[in-house]
């Protein structure tokens, strides 16, 4: 997910450079360790074009930007239209999941992904929850037709709380992120957002 606002960054998280390279392309290099596709979701054909000439586009199978075509207010900019972009498309192209991921954490951990992938495959939903009973429903894996009706119903209704797309009827695990995460993970890189340019300095600290 790359097309959010970066209000508080002030420029596209995704492409901002440190040690001469995008936040992008860190995440890129890990998750193309793996044999799944992936796909950046921009919020618009004019993201795409900046994007192209910046990143290694042979690690992605293709962009996908923001469809407008259910949504009432043409002003809104949120994660659930990214979402309901994303989920369409790929149910058009029959995929049966997604792990869907915000690029301003970079410093994603592999074996993180591996743990969620490797835990998923008995739930449609499988999502990391903090002790606080916090979700992070934008580092988790959903169920892409079952999510495509879903963030539908809700753009439909103007609801875009990300935590609306789960649905009681779904088969949702819950991944620990104190108690699991944290045992492929001890700093919890994986979950360090990058929302201000002072927090370049968690970057500085873990990225060597």
Known sequence: MIGGKSTRFGVDKGLYKFKDKPFISYQLETLSRFEYDIFLVANSKHQVEAYINKIDIEKIMAFIVDDYD?????????PMLGLYSAFKELNQLNYQKAFVLSCDNPLIQSEVI??????????????????NEFLEPLFAIYPIEKAFKMSSKNIKKNQYKLTNILDRDWKIGYASVEEEIKK????????????????????EIFSD
């Open 70 to 78: 259910i949504v009432i207010d043409s002003k809104i900019r949120s």
């Open 114 to 131: 591996k743990y969620m992938i490797k835990k998923s495959h008995d739930y449609d939903c499988f999502i990391p929850r903090w002790n």
């Open 184 to 203: 492929n993970d001890p700093n919890l890189l994986s979950f360090k957002n990058i929302n201000k340019p002072e927090d370049i300095k968690i970057l």
